[in-house]
């Protein structure tokens, strides 16, 4: 055990090394939100082009890259749920390209269901949270996030908090490089405003556990629902609500995710 853990061991110290972690991540997380705000911009996928956009953007990851899928004639990756979907993107400004993708997939009935009630339903554990027990219209997904792998960090990468983050480094200043890590964050913020102003309650979402471990680090808090299953990798069935989510957030983080809500949302609000 290092120096640093046996001091959060002991009562008295161990409070005051976690309040004085709290306040660094809070102020890296300002740091984060102002950065990441001058450098990326989320976007609403309102169109036609920017949806096929989106599914270009999967394509590259999802076929070309990770072969979880085959490879499309068209150069575009799409699946059954996409009709009952609705999508977010982020845009690198300085280069006036999209980074990556996510998608939020709702249900209107019985005869709409999730990915996660599909493909894993035997997964959900969790009797009390399952996605039976709440209005269709209530209930959501988060899938097909993806992120460029230009946009993704490398083991050499030699900028600490990268985790997600970038790779190109001649291309990228310094303050890019330390927020590009959060893409992917943002990218499940951009898919929590879209459900929320949409009226979703209940969010679903298959996930790494070790990614589900690195967003507490944020504050978000998902609820395991079930054992890690072999589903791309190995993946576990979470939860979410708005007031899990938005609970534990900390000033930072809620800063940079009202900057998200309000780029995202200033396109959505005809869709219900």
């Known amino acids: ?28 997380a300002m740091n984060i939100a102002e950065h990441f ?3 990326l911009q989320p976007e609403f996928a309102n169109t036609d082009e920017l949806r096929d956009e989106v599914f270009r953007i999967r394509h590259n990851v999802y076929c070309e890259e990770l072969a979880y899928e085959k490879i499309k ?39 709409e269901l999730l990915p996660i009630e599909k493909y894993c339903l035997d997964s959900i554990q969790n009797k009390e949270l399952h996605p039976s027990n709440f209005p269709r219209h209530e209930i959501a997904e988060i899938s097909r996030l993806a992120v460029k792998a230009e946009f993704r960090r490398r083991k050499t990468d030699k900028f600490k908090g990268s985790a997600v983050g970038t790779i190109n480094e001649p291309t990228y200043s310094e ?30 979402v298959m996930m790494e556990p070790r990614l589900a471990r690195s967003m507490k680090f944020v504050g978000i808090n998902y609820i395991q629902l079930g054992e890690a299953i072999d589903y791309h990798g ?37 869709v219900k």
């Not at 055990?1 to 890296?28: C, E, F």
């Not at 982020?90 to 006036?96: E, F, G, L, T, V």
Request: hydrophobic content about 40%.
């Open 1 to 28: 055990m290092n120096w640093s853990k046996k001091l959060l061991n002991v009562p008295v110290l161990g409070a005051i090394t976690k309040r004085i972690a709290s306040m660094k991540v809070n102020h890296d």
């Open 37 to 39: 705000t001058q450098f």
């Open 73 to 111: 004639d068209g150069g575009k990756e799409q699946d059954e749920f996409d009709a009952q979907s609705i999508f977010a993107m982020i845009k690198h400004k300085p280069s006036d390209t999209y980074t990556s993708c996510v998608r939020v997939v709702k249900s209107a009935n019985e005869t």
């Open 175 to 204: 303050t890019e490089l330390r927020c590009f890590p959060f893409i992917a964050i943002g990218l499940y913020m951009a898919a929590a405003a879209m459900g929320m102003e949409t009226g979703v309650k209940h969010v679903y």
């Open 234 to 270: 190995l993946r576990a069935p979470y939860y979410i609500n708005a007031t899990i989510f938005m609970e534990d957030l900390s000033p930072g983080f809620k800063c940079l995710y009202k900057a998200i809500a309000k780029d995202i949302c200033k396109n959505l609000s005809l």
